[in-house]
């Protein structure tokens, strides 16, 4: 199956409630759904698989009790999918990911470039953009500002991403992009820890703090972005906290709100950036006030 990670922007009139959901059960017309789910429906298809997983049709949204089983299983889901495809480029599940890209929007200043190659017959003119900005994957797509689909990236196994620059297509061999620059890291493995913990050797500790400098990379990045509840700071970067865990082979008890008991005098020095240290606290907190998860906005 696939699944689908794109920005709601707002209410979505085809979600699944408790009043539609006996009808839902027997089938719905393609036309019902919003232009986003449809077109993963379509790119689905066109890759083959049958099944489509979107969180808005197979979760009953106005069930507490149904939202509060599937979300915990966030992470499976995602990574547990032969593909996610991201609609990166969409503020609202109304808009089209599949349209075509506006040059001049997604690149600022083009300029198209005919030219000839030196082996070939004058006849045969190519063509080629060049443009005034990188053309890289910088992840400032709409979908990049929300916190939810920070964690649907990092745990999916194959990504199909159609963002305003750039389409990508990121597996275990590899990440493609059509056109520009395919840099493009993430921390966040399956793959077990090589040392133990207790191992005392320079190279030991070396590794270990890099793995917890991208744990701070990680929870930097993620707090940059929004959430439409905030109580959801942790619960959506959980998958996250679990494959961290699961690299290092640490016990789920030593993950404590958003910090690892392992770490945790150096996890405890986390701090919000100057320019908002007086300005913006938050009125209401979310966890325990020594974590970065008890207040809002970015550390």
């Not at 507490?64 to 599937?70: I, P, S, T, Y």
């Not at 030991?204 to 959430?227: H, I, N």
């Not at 709100?257 to 320019?275: E, I, K, S």
């Amino acid at each position: 199956y696939a699944a689908l990670s794109y920005c709601w922007g707002g209410n979505q009139e085809s979600k699944t409630v408790k009043a539609k959901l006996e009808e839902r059960c027997k089938g719905f017309a393609l036309t019902d759904l919003s232009k986003t789910i449809q077109e993963a429906i379509f790119t689905t298809r066109e890759l083959g698989l049958r099944y489509l997983w979107v969180d808005a049709i197979c979760i009953v949204q106005d069930d507490k009790a149904d939202c509060n089983q599937e979300l915990p299983k966030m992470d499976r889901i995602y990574s547990g999918a032969s593909i996610t495809i991201i609609a990166a480029r969409v503020t609202q599940a109304d808009d089209s990911f599949l349209r075509d890209r506006d040059l001049s929007e997604s690149y600022e200043s083009v300029c198209r470039v005919k030219y000839c190659r030196s082996s070939e017959s004058a006849g045969n003119i190519r063509s080629a953009f060049l443009s005034a900005t990188r053309l890289d994957i910088t992840h400032d797509d709409p979908i990049d500002s929300r916190g939810w689909t920070f964690q649907e990236r990092l745990r999916s196994f194959r990504v199909l991403s159609f963002g305003r620059k750039q389409t990508v297509w990121k597996c275990p061999a590899g990440t493609f992009v059509d056109g520009g620059e395919n840099y493009f890291y993430d921390k966040v493995t399956d793959s077990p820890f090589p040392r133990r913990l207790d191992d005392p050797s320079s190279e030991a500790k070396r590794d270990l703090d890099l793995a917890f400098g991208d744990w701070q990379d990680l929870v930097k990045e993620y707090t940059e972005r929004d959430l439409s509840q905030k109580a959801d700071r942790l619960p959506a970067f959980a998958a996250i906290a679990m494959a961290f865990g699961s690299l290092l082979q640490l016990d789920s008890d030593e993950y404590v709100a958003g910090l690892w008991r392992f770490d945790v005098c150096r996890q405890l020095r986390w701090r919000r950036p100057d320019d908002m240290a007086v300005n913006r606290w938050c009125n209401q907190r979310h966890g325990p006030t020594w974590s970065w998860a008890s207040l809002d906005g970015p550390v």
